[in-house]
T-cell receptor, first 113, second 110 residues
């Protein structure tokens, strides 16, 4: 089982550039989410989706867009990268929101210069 | 909004010593999850606690959920070098998302 697959693993962007972080899961999970992890701050929720066609904002959504056209894929778009978006990004999925464990991807380490 | 805190932020122990991390929420939780993240890795689910006062054990790990469902703890007995990593709690306050604590980073000296 591939589980949750994130690409790329590493990325360097210049300020103002845009890019898409890819996330795909093969477990037929309804719930998918994006987190960013910064030193000493744990994981902060950016956006989440409870199913195809449904997305909502998390704790730190500014500067990011998401869409969920299929159950499998949940891409995260950085519209105009800023140095404050330098972070490690994790995608996660779970069978449903309630009472189920989250499976995390390997992460994308993003540096904005 | 909901806040989840963890203490300590860092813990250094000698191999064989016990370790405990505490998680406290500013609001009552419907359930709480614990994750472990090895250095350079991704969070991996350990357990979920749902009931008030619940205690669950996984080998050398003991998890507790407080009676008021606002706090939780993870205790590791006789730490091993394989226990190294950061332990996160994540609390759900009856909303649609879990809020993660900042984590406790455990280092184990052989």
């Amino acid at each position: 089982n591939a589980g949750v697959t994130q690409t790329p693993k590493f990325q360097v962007l210049k300020t103002g550039q845009s890019m898409t972080l890819q996330c795909a899961q093969d477990m037929n999970h309804e719930y998918m989410s994006w987190y960013r992890q910064d030193p000493g701050m744990g994981l902060r929720l950016i956006h989440y989706s409870v199913g195809a066609g449904i997305t909502d904002q998390g704790e730190v959504p500014n500067g990011y867009n998401v869409s969920r056209s299929t159950t499998e894929d949940f891409p995260l778009r950085l519209l105009s990268a800023a140095p404050s978006q330098t972070s490690v990004y994790f995608c996660a999925s779970s069978l449903s929101y309630l009472n189920t464990e989250a499976f995390f991807g390997q992460g994308t380490r993003l540096t904005v210069v | 909004g909901q806040q989840v805190m963890q203490i300590p932020q860092y813990q250094h122990v000698q191999e064989g010593e016990d370790f405990t991390t505490y998680c406290n929420s500013s609001t009552t939780l419907s359930n709480i999850q614990w994750y472990k993240q090895r250095p350079g890795g991704h969070p991996v689910f350990l357990i979920q606690l749902v009931k008030s006062g619940e205690v669950k054990k996984q080998k050398r790990l003991t998890f507790q959920f407080g009676e008021a469902k606002k706090n939780s703890s993870l205790h590791i007995t006789a730490t091993q070098t394989t226990d190294v990593g950061t332990y996160f709690c994540a609390g759900d306050n009856y909303g649609q998302n879990f809020v993660f604590g900042p984590g406790t980073r455990l280092s184990v000296l052989p």
